[in-house]
């Protein structure tokens, strides 16, 4: 295989809020943060969801359209999966994720809800399609 | 004829935190004039003769935000060292907002009478390579001193602006924040002492110039991704912010911009 989806890497306002927050509310852990405070990553596995301050953007010869809460959602979402996920939803909600819609059972089989984190990316909790 | 200088830029001395986008030097080689372009930004500059060192005392110049670009007949000798602060720091720093001064500057006398502080910069110089060192510590001081660090919401709307490559509308970006047009068009022009319309464009110009001449995008791929409606307006915009065709960016000196 020629590539393999290494990253996803969300830019965000404030690394280190989001690096918190991620914390508090999916119980996910830092694996790096970069002294300039600008990028971070957490312990994901095999696929790495990191965090990339907005004026990265600028420096990486990129421009983007920043994330916000108060606006719609951007047209992608980060799935988390749970052992449980209703569980996962109500630790998420309590944290501040804005609740868009409860863990329900999908006509295959798995549960399903989602929220938004606190810069308005769009999570679903989820649980395994793999047992 | 525009010349290449010995611009370059010390980026160890960068600290966001601190309001330091970046911190330059530059020692002109020959007689030639230097084009300056509008990058939306405000630098404190310490101006000196290379010929008189050690011994000279720098002049301090602050320049503020511009929107076009001028020429500056450079002789040999004249040497720079600046410090170019970050988007929403100028009043930390200076004490006052940059549109007391868009589309000028204050220099020498008229830079210490509105900001006293800069007299601990203007002391004989004795080795110019100290002098880059001496204007960050200067600024980083000046900044966390201040209470008039840029606030979290501010911050956050500039970065959005410089995040977008200058390509959202004003109505956009009220939307985005949940604020109202006419909040969001004061809180910008408060910052960076310019037009929030035309903050954006200059950014806006900038990107694109760096897509052409940095990213090796062809015009037409430049002006599609840098938000202009045709390569026609991207012309446009590099005639009226830079006086010059696409063609002859090779000549021009760009700065490092960090959001």
């Known amino acids: 295989m020629a590539v393999r989806f290494g990253y996803g890497i969300l830019y965000v306002p404030d690394v280190a809020a989001t690096v918190a927050f991620y914390q508090q509310a999916f119980g996910l852990s830092l694996r790096f943060l970069h002294e300039s405070g600008l990028y971070a990553e957490l312990e994901t596995g095999s696929v790495t969801l990191a965090f990339a301050g907005e004026a990265m953007a600028e420096m990486n010869g990129v421009a983007i359209r920043p994330v916000r809460p108060a606006d719609l959602a951007p047209g992608l979402e980060i799935a988390l999966v749970a052992v449980d996920p209703h569980d996962a939803y109500d630790r998420a909600v309590k944290a501040g994720s804005i609740p868009i819609k409860p863990v329900e059972q999908k006509p295959w089989g798995q549960l399903v809800g989602y929220v938004r984190d606190c810069n308005g990316f769009l999570v679903e909790l989820c649980s395994s399609m793999n047992g | 004829m525009l010349a290449r200088q010995t611009y370059h830029e010390l980026d160890h001395l960068t600290d966001l935190a601190d309001g330091i986008e970046a911190v330059w030097a530059s020692v002109s080689a020959a007689h030639s004039p230097y084009r300056v372009l509008p990058d939306g930004r405000c630098d404190l500059i310490l101006r000196f003769d290379a010929a008189d060192v050690p011994g000279v ?158 990213q090796g995008l062809s015009p037409a791929a430049a002006a599609l991704e840098a938000g202009y409606a045709d390569q026609a307006h991207m012309s446009r915009a590099f005639r009226r912010f830079g006086g010059m065709s696409p063609a002859r960016l090779s000549d021009v000196t760009l700065v490092t911009l960090r959001g």
Do not use: N
């Open chain 2, 57 to 214: 005392r720098p002049v301090p110049v602050i320049t503020g935000p511009t929107s076009t670009f001028y020429d500056l007949a450079l002789t040999p000798g004249a040497g720079f060292a600046g410090l170019r602060i970050r988007p929403g720091f100028f009043r930390a720093v200076f004490g006052f907002d940059p549109g007391r001064i868009a589309e000028g500057h204050l220099r020498g006398e008229e830079a210490l009478a509105a900001q006293p502080a800069l007299a601990g910069l203007v002391a004989p110089v004795q080795r110019v390579e100290d002098l880059p060192e001496q204007l960050a510590a200067f600024v980083r001081g000046q900044v966390r001193k201040s209470r008039e660090r840029p606030a979290l919401h501010v911050s956050t709307l500039l970065g959005a602006v410089h995040a977008s490559g200058g390509r959202m509308s004003i109505a956009e970006l009220a939307r985005l924040h949940g604020m109202s047009p006419r909040s969001l068009h004061r809180l910008l022009r408060e910052a960076t002492g310019l037009p929030p319309k035309l903050y954006a464009e200059i950014l806006q110009f900038q990107r694109a110039m760096r897509l052409v001449r940095d």
